[in-house]
Nanobody, 126 residues
Framework: QVQLIESGGGLVQAGGSLRLSCAASGRTSGTYIMGWFRQAPGKEREFVAAVSWSAGTTAFADSVKGRFTITKDNAKIAGALQMNSLKPEDTAIYYC???????????????????WGRGTQVTVSS
């Protein structure tokens, strides 16, 4: 069984930065797609960013392009989401997701991921 643990959420003022981390434990081996999703109160869970382990290819939602970056740790199944120039509309619970896959194009749909973390709260004040 794979477990994902997110960390790094918190409260920040608009224009500030946060770095979220995600680490996998358990029966991990092979290649993956790691994705980040977020869900604001009263809204659907939405895609934020994803990275392919095999190709290093990344994908971003239009709303975060140019502000967020996603990285992976090749030594272990872990990654990070660096969030810069944060806006109040970025406020949400952020979830890390992981799917075993050998593909270059990262998945952008939540239904494509089998493993999920419990989420970490990000609050951006205006």
């Amino acid at each position: 069984q794979v477990q994902l643990i997110e960390s790094g959420g918190g409260l920040v003022q608009a224009g500030g930065s946060l770095r979220l981390s995600c680490a996998a434990s358990g029966r991990t081996s092979g290649t993956y797609i790691m994705g980040w999703f977020r869900q604001a109160p009263g809204k659907e869970r939405e895609f934020v960013a994803a990275v392919s382990w095999s190709a290093g290819t990344t994908a971003f939602a239009d709303s975060v392009k140019g502000r967020f970056t996603i990285t992976k740790d090749n030594a272990k199944i872990a990654g990070a989401l660096q969030m810069n120039s944060l806006k109040p509309e970025d406020t949400a619970i952020y979830y890390c997701a992981l799917e075993p896959a050998l593909r270059s194009n990262p998945y952008t749909f939540a239904s494509s991921y089998i493993h999920w973390g419990r989420g970490t709260q990000v609050t951006v004040s205006s």
